[in-house]
């Protein structure tokens, strides 16, 4: 992806299970909700999330973005259950 | 294996694969070293057997030298969190100790002056310095 998205174009990200949290993937497709449509499910040891109708009018790579968040997200998780 | 190493730099799209020994740093640790350069990179963390895999996208094009700078860089911050870590669990006792001293003590100093003055020390306002003066000047005379 680059600095901005071809019209519906879709993507997929794996999120290994070790490393990302459900609910921070979730949380992270809520926050992007308004710029594509997500599907998360699990496939092995990674959570598969297939984005599809991508914004074109959005500047920036929001699926970057949006791994970033769930990483974030993660993290801030972890965190807080000690 | 090395214990961490580049396993793919391409500088064209400013991509950087770095991978770890998973027994060579916690998982809190690669999130703290992952999230100080979440403002400089796209980051996807994934595991791959023993190594966990970090993939970094520069947010601004960079030349390859820079690239290699921040691998250095991610695998500073990496020691510098374990390290960080390792600190934290050393004096949890006491951080945790000086804590609850503090706790009680602003506790006993609130029930203290329960029926007493404020948390502001004044016991009352006879003349009324304490009501905002936009009050005082909006109010009808007479």
Not at chain 1, 40 to 68: T, W
Request: net charge negative; aromatic share 8%; hydrophobic share 45%.
């Amino acid at each position: 992806m680059s600095a901005a998205q071809a019209a519906g174009a879709a993507a997929t990200v794996r999120f290994h299970k070790e490393l990302y949290d459900e609910q921070a993937i979730a949380d992270a497709t809520a926050t992007f909700a308004d710029y594509a449509r997500f599907g998360v499910r699990g496939e092995g040891d990674h959570f598969v999330v297939d984005i599809s109708d991508l914004d074109s009018e959005i500047e920036g790579d929001i699926v970057a973005e949006f791994c970033n968040f769930a990483l974030a997200n993660s993290a801030a998780l972890r965190r807080n259950d000690g | 294996m090395a214990q961490s190493q580049i396993e793919q730099l391409d500088p064209a799209s400013s991509t950087l694969v770095l991978s770890l020994d998973v027994d060579l740093y916690s998982r809190d640790v690669l999130y703290a070293a992952a999230y100080v350069f979440i403002d400089r990179a796209y980051i996807l963390l994934d595991r791959d057997a023993d190594r966990y895999m970090v993939r970094m996208r520069a947010k601004q094009k960079m030349p390859d030298e820079t690239m290699r700078a921040m691998a250095g860089e991610f695998e500073n911050e990496l020691l510098a969190q374990a390290l960080r870590e390792q600190v934290g669990k050393a004096n949890q006792a006491i951080i945790e100790g000086i804590t609850a001293l503090a706790i009680s003590g602003a506790t006993a100093v609130a029930e203290s002056h329960a029926d007493g003055p404020g948390l502001d020390g004044f016991v009352d306002d006879p003349k009324g310095l304490g009501a905002p003066w936009q009050n005082k000047e909006e109010a009808p005379e007479g």
